[in-house]
């Protein structure tokens, strides 16, 4: 096919507002380097990161809940998932899925005219496991909100599914956040793991992910949505923050405590969160939308042997383990709402007042 020498294309320009995402029709259409392949974008799923991102939130000069919004300060030398710079103009959009349409010197030929969805991790592919390397697609490099984008051949997955692009792009971030966060906390069907931000892309991954392990999962959110997240396959769904959290689990799974706490949101529920982890339990997180800042009674943690893990960087597997369970439809997406690539500031605004179930995905 014949590639266009300018695409249209969302940039963030800087950090701050939504302002600082500007629309251009005629932006320079990527080629692919060594080892690289030109994906014809089908569709691209909106994330935290890139609000945290564009915002600046990671910084820690940031205290505050995520927004969306600027920030009065934001440190420039830690102001991404990375803890370090971004260069703009910047290209961003994690979760792109598309057709390859042109390959590098060195990349694999058979990957030319393949469906593909992207792994967000850039890795050292000749040191694939130190995480000190990883970066992240629309992070480090421009990723998918465009009409077309680049990625490493080591960083695409051929997927055979009837799923649509759009369907397909609610995926690879949130579901590989959610099954690195389960995986690290060794999630069995022996586990009782209590879901926060049941609602968001990770939470709702996180369900069905605990539940093809075989665990009992408890859920929370906001009342509105509880039929949703029940037929997600949540055996249990509470108000988001329940002033009595152990009474209500009580009341519903017959206990007080939980085996495992699976947690997006932070903020000043945490120590709820903590106070209903059975002795030896495990406590993993990969964001804290409501919040960074917490409070922790040391005693609480040492004296109930519990486990607290951090979760970023997910091991290499994570990613393919996830387009087999796309094939084999052991999850399915739950996919929000779909808007026009020019749209992407309504989009945007859409994804940060949280009123949706899953995932928000623009189209070029």
Known sequence: ???????????????????????????????????????????????????NTRSGWYSKTVSDATTGGAYEEVGQEDPTWGGAPITFPRIQGADAVGEVVALGDGAPEALLGKRVMVDGWLRDWSDPFNKNKAGYFGSECDGGYAEYTVADANNVGVVQSDLSDAELATFSCSYTTAEGMLSRADVGEKDTVLVTGASGGVGSAAIQLAKRRGATVVALASPAKHADIKALGADVVLERAPSNLGAALKSTIGRDKVSVVADVVGGPYWGHLIDVMERGARYTCSGAIA?????????????????????????????????GYVERREIRPVLAATYPLKEFHTAQTAFIEKNHIGNIVVVP
């Open 1 to 51: 096919m014949t590639i266009p020498a300018t695409m249209k294309a969302m940039v963030l320009e800087g950090h701050g507002g939504l302002d600082k995402i500007v629309w251009h029709e005629d932006w320079p259409t990527p080629k692919p380097g060594q080892g690289q392949v030109l994906i014809k974008v089908g569709a691209c799923g909106l994330n935290n990161t890139d609000v």
């Open 291 to 323: 919040g960074p800042i917490v409070s922790l009674d040391l005693r609480t943690f040492y004296l109930n042997d519990l486990t607290l893990i951090g979760s970023t960087v997910v091991e290499p597997h994570i990613f393919k383990d996830l387009v």
